[in-house]
Protein backbone atom coordinates (compact mmCIF):
# COMPACT_ATOMS: atom_id res chain seq x y z
CA UNK A 1 0.00 0.00 0.00
CA UNK A 2 1.65 3.81 -0.74
CA UNK A 3 1.69 5.70 1.77
CA UNK A 4 1.96 9.50 1.76
CA UNK A 5 4.45 11.42 3.91
CA UNK A 6 4.27 15.04 4.93
CA UNK A 7 7.14 17.40 6.75
CA UNK A 8 6.63 20.39 8.13
CA UNK A 9 9.74 22.14 9.45
CA UNK A 10 10.84 26.08 10.64
CA UNK A 11 13.80 27.04 11.59
CA UNK A 12 13.06 30.45 13.97
CA UNK A 13 11.30 30.83 17.00
CA UNK A 14 8.60 33.23 15.10
CA UNK A 15 7.48 31.15 12.66
CA UNK A 16 4.18 29.35 12.67
CA UNK A 17 4.71 26.00 11.53
CA UNK A 18 0.52 25.22 11.27
CA UNK A 19 0.61 27.28 8.11
CA UNK A 20 2.43 24.60 6.48
CA UNK A 21 0.86 21.79 8.08
CA UNK A 22 -2.67 23.32 7.17
CA UNK A 23 -1.05 23.75 3.51
CA UNK A 24 -0.11 19.92 3.16
CA UNK A 25 -3.37 18.23 4.91
CA UNK A 26 -5.31 20.58 2.73
CA UNK A 27 -3.49 18.99 -0.81
CA UNK A 28 -3.40 15.46 0.87
CA UNK A 29 -5.90 15.09 3.70
CA UNK A 30 -4.55 11.46 4.44
CA UNK A 31 -0.97 12.11 4.85
CA UNK A 32 0.71 10.98 7.60
CA UNK A 33 2.29 14.29 9.19
CA UNK A 34 5.69 14.76 11.04
CA UNK A 35 6.47 18.25 12.72
CA UNK A 36 9.56 19.69 14.06
CA UNK A 37 12.23 22.67 14.98
CA UNK A 38 15.13 22.61 13.48
CA UNK A 39 17.91 25.45 12.90
CA UNK A 40 21.16 23.74 11.68
CA UNK A 41 22.78 23.60 7.90
CA UNK A 42 22.79 19.75 7.66
CA UNK A 43 20.31 17.11 7.29
CA UNK A 44 21.76 15.31 10.13
CA UNK A 45 19.82 16.02 13.41
CA UNK A 46 16.35 16.06 11.79
CA UNK A 47 14.74 13.41 13.78
CA UNK A 48 11.41 13.83 12.37
CA UNK A 49 12.59 13.60 8.74
CA UNK A 50 15.24 10.72 9.14
CA UNK A 51 12.37 8.82 10.52
CA UNK A 52 10.19 9.29 7.26
CA UNK A 53 13.13 8.63 5.36
CA UNK A 54 13.74 5.26 7.21
CA UNK A 55 10.23 3.79 6.69
CA UNK A 56 9.73 5.03 3.14
CA UNK A 57 9.47 2.67 0.06
CA UNK A 58 9.36 3.04 -4.08
CA UNK A 59 5.87 4.04 -4.68
CA UNK A 60 5.55 6.11 -1.50
CA UNK A 61 5.29 10.16 -1.61
CA UNK A 62 6.71 12.61 0.68
CA UNK A 63 4.99 16.51 0.86
CA UNK A 64 6.88 19.47 1.76
CA UNK A 65 5.58 23.07 1.83
CA UNK A 66 8.47 24.29 -0.32
CA UNK A 67 11.64 23.02 -1.59
CA UNK A 68 13.62 25.36 1.39
CA UNK A 69 11.72 22.83 3.92
CA UNK A 70 13.82 19.77 2.49
CA UNK A 71 16.93 20.79 2.77
CA UNK A 72 18.84 24.10 3.82
CA UNK A 73 20.69 24.55 0.98
CA UNK A 74 20.94 23.66 -2.78
CA UNK A 75 23.56 20.96 -2.29
CA UNK A 76 22.24 18.95 0.18
CA UNK A 77 17.99 19.43 -1.24
CA UNK A 78 19.25 17.89 -4.44
CA UNK A 79 21.47 14.89 -3.06
CA UNK A 80 18.60 13.88 -0.99
CA UNK A 81 16.34 14.25 -4.17
CA UNK A 82 18.19 12.35 -6.35
CA UNK A 83 18.82 9.72 -3.24
CA UNK A 84 14.65 9.50 -3.56
CA UNK A 85 13.99 9.70 -7.16
CA UNK A 86 16.09 6.71 -7.79
CA UNK A 87 14.48 4.81 -4.87
CA UNK A 88 11.36 5.36 -6.89
CA UNK A 89 10.08 7.94 -4.08
CA UNK A 90 7.69 10.67 -4.99
CA UNK A 91 8.45 14.07 -3.93
CA UNK A 92 6.11 17.32 -3.78
CA UNK A 93 6.64 20.45 -3.05
CA UNK A 94 3.49 22.64 -2.79
CA UNK A 95 5.02 26.14 -3.85
CA UNK A 96 7.26 24.65 -6.66
CA UNK A 97 5.04 22.00 -7.97
CA UNK A 98 7.36 22.54 -11.40
CA UNK A 99 10.56 20.57 -9.26
CA UNK A 100 7.89 17.51 -8.11
CA UNK A 101 9.67 14.17 -9.24
CA UNK A 102 6.53 13.09 -11.18
CA UNK A 103 7.54 16.01 -13.56
CA UNK A 104 10.83 14.27 -14.45
CA UNK A 105 9.39 10.51 -14.60
CA UNK A 106 6.74 11.93 -17.06
CA UNK A 107 9.34 13.91 -19.44
CA UNK A 108 11.36 10.47 -19.42
CA UNK A 109 8.80 8.55 -19.86
CA UNK A 110 8.03 10.66 -23.37
CA UNK A 111 11.28 10.35 -24.45
CA UNK A 112 11.66 6.36 -23.66
CA UNK A 113 9.56 4.20 -26.13
CA UNK A 114 11.96 1.13 -26.61
CA UNK A 115 12.69 -2.68 -25.37
CA UNK A 116 16.06 -2.97 -23.38
CA UNK A 117 15.59 -6.86 -23.80
CA UNK A 118 16.28 -7.59 -27.32
CA UNK A 119 18.51 -10.86 -26.77
CA UNK A 120 21.36 -8.72 -28.80
CA UNK A 121 24.21 -8.00 -26.10
CA UNK A 122 25.36 -5.22 -28.15
CA UNK A 123 22.17 -3.91 -28.68
CA UNK A 124 20.76 -3.99 -25.35
CA UNK A 125 24.15 -2.10 -23.99
CA UNK A 126 23.23 0.60 -26.41
CA UNK A 127 19.87 1.05 -25.48
CA UNK A 128 21.11 1.18 -21.77
CA UNK A 129 23.24 4.03 -22.19
CA UNK A 130 20.80 6.07 -24.01
CA UNK A 131 18.35 5.41 -21.06
CA UNK A 132 21.16 6.37 -19.06
CA UNK A 133 21.81 9.66 -20.78
CA UNK A 134 18.21 10.61 -20.67
CA UNK A 135 18.25 9.89 -17.16
CA UNK A 136 21.16 11.68 -16.49
CA UNK A 137 19.51 14.80 -18.43
CA UNK A 138 16.27 14.55 -16.34
CA UNK A 139 17.98 14.81 -13.41
CA UNK A 140 20.51 17.63 -14.46
CA UNK A 141 17.27 19.70 -15.32
CA UNK A 142 15.72 18.72 -11.99
CA UNK A 143 18.68 20.01 -10.42
CA UNK A 144 18.91 23.35 -12.26
CA UNK A 145 15.08 24.17 -10.94
CA UNK A 146 15.64 23.04 -7.59
CA UNK A 147 18.93 25.57 -7.10
CA UNK A 148 17.36 28.10 -8.60
CA UNK A 149 13.93 27.57 -6.13
CA UNK A 150 16.71 27.31 -3.03
CA UNK A 151 18.50 30.60 -4.56
CA UNK A 152 15.04 32.27 -4.78
CA UNK A 153 14.53 31.10 -1.74
CA UNK A 154 18.11 32.66 0.30
CA UNK A 155 17.71 35.97 -1.79
CA UNK A 156 13.92 36.75 -0.09
CA UNK A 157 16.09 36.07 3.62
CA UNK A 158 19.03 38.48 2.17
CA UNK A 159 16.29 40.51 0.79
CA UNK A 160 14.88 40.54 4.21
CA UNK A 161 18.18 41.10 6.27
CA UNK A 162 18.67 44.02 3.76
CA UNK A 163 15.49 45.93 4.50
CA UNK A 164 15.85 45.65 8.15
CA UNK A 165 19.67 47.40 7.83
CA UNK A 166 18.35 49.62 5.79
CA UNK A 167 14.95 50.60 7.86
CA UNK A 168 17.71 50.99 11.36
CA UNK A 169 20.04 53.44 9.04
CA UNK A 170 17.27 55.41 8.46
CA UNK A 171 15.93 55.73 11.48
CA UNK A 172 19.82 56.65 12.79
CA UNK A 173 19.53 59.39 10.37
CA UNK A 174 16.21 60.64 11.74
CA UNK A 175 17.72 60.57 14.88
CA UNK A 176 15.50 58.45 16.23
CA UNK A 177 16.43 56.09 18.71
CA UNK A 178 16.56 52.14 17.80
CA UNK A 179 15.08 49.52 20.50
CA UNK A 180 16.61 51.86 23.49
CA UNK A 181 14.85 53.53 26.48
CA UNK A 182 14.74 57.33 27.07
CA UNK A 183 18.00 58.27 27.56
CA UNK A 184 20.03 56.02 26.11
CA UNK A 185 22.57 56.61 23.09
CA UNK A 186 21.76 55.96 19.59
CA UNK A 187 22.23 53.48 17.37
CA UNK A 188 25.70 53.32 16.12
CA UNK A 189 27.14 52.48 12.82
CA UNK A 190 29.15 49.29 14.27
CA UNK A 191 25.81 48.00 15.95
CA UNK A 192 23.70 48.28 12.69
CA UNK A 193 26.25 45.85 11.30
CA UNK A 194 26.45 43.69 14.20
CA UNK A 195 22.62 43.30 14.61
CA UNK A 196 22.75 42.69 10.82
CA UNK A 197 25.49 39.78 11.71
CA UNK A 198 22.74 38.52 14.82
CA UNK A 199 19.93 38.66 12.12
CA UNK A 200 21.55 36.57 9.90
CA UNK A 201 23.20 34.46 12.22
CA UNK A 202 21.33 33.52 15.31
CA UNK A 203 19.05 31.05 15.39
CA UNK A 204 16.37 32.91 17.40
CA UNK A 205 16.04 34.79 13.81
CA UNK A 206 17.36 33.43 10.31
CA UNK A 207 20.42 31.87 11.47
CA UNK A 208 21.68 28.31 12.68
CA UNK A 209 24.37 29.52 15.60
CA UNK A 210 23.42 29.02 19.12
CA UNK A 211 24.58 32.56 21.30
CA UNK A 212 28.03 31.14 22.20
CA UNK A 213 29.07 30.57 18.97
CA UNK A 214 27.04 33.98 17.45
CA UNK A 215 28.93 35.94 20.30
CA UNK A 216 31.91 34.51 19.17
CA UNK A 217 30.99 35.12 15.55
CA UNK A 218 30.37 38.96 16.00
CA UNK A 219 33.16 39.64 18.59
CA UNK A 220 30.60 40.85 20.66
CA UNK A 221 30.52 41.16 24.80
CA UNK A 222 27.85 38.74 26.17
CA UNK A 223 25.67 41.89 27.10
CA UNK A 224 25.79 44.18 24.18
CA UNK A 225 25.08 40.69 22.00
CA UNK A 226 22.11 40.29 24.36
CA UNK A 227 20.84 43.71 24.44
CA UNK A 228 21.23 43.67 20.40
CA UNK A 229 19.02 40.93 20.78
CA UNK A 230 16.60 42.58 22.37
CA UNK A 231 16.18 45.76 20.31
CA UNK A 232 15.87 43.07 17.48
CA UNK A 233 12.98 41.76 18.75
CA UNK A 234 11.29 44.71 20.04
CA UNK A 235 11.85 46.01 16.43
CA UNK A 236 10.04 42.82 14.77
Known amino acids: MKRVYGY??????TQNIE?????????????????????GTKMQGRKKLDEILKQVQAGDTIVFDSVSRMARNAAEGMALY????????????????????SKYREALQKQIDITVSTGDKATDNFMNTIISALNKLQMDLARKDIELA????????????????????TARREGKQIGQKP????????????????????????????????M???GL??????KYKRELKAEQ
Open 183 to 214: GAKLTTKKSIEKKVEILKHSKDFEGTLNDIDC
Open 19 to 39: RQVRNISEAFPDAKISQEAYT
Open 216 to 218: KLT
Open 82 to 101: EELYNKGVDIVFLKEAHCNT
Open 150 to 169: FSQAQKEVDDLHERTAEGIE
Open 221 to 226: SRNTFY
Open 8 to 13: ARISRK
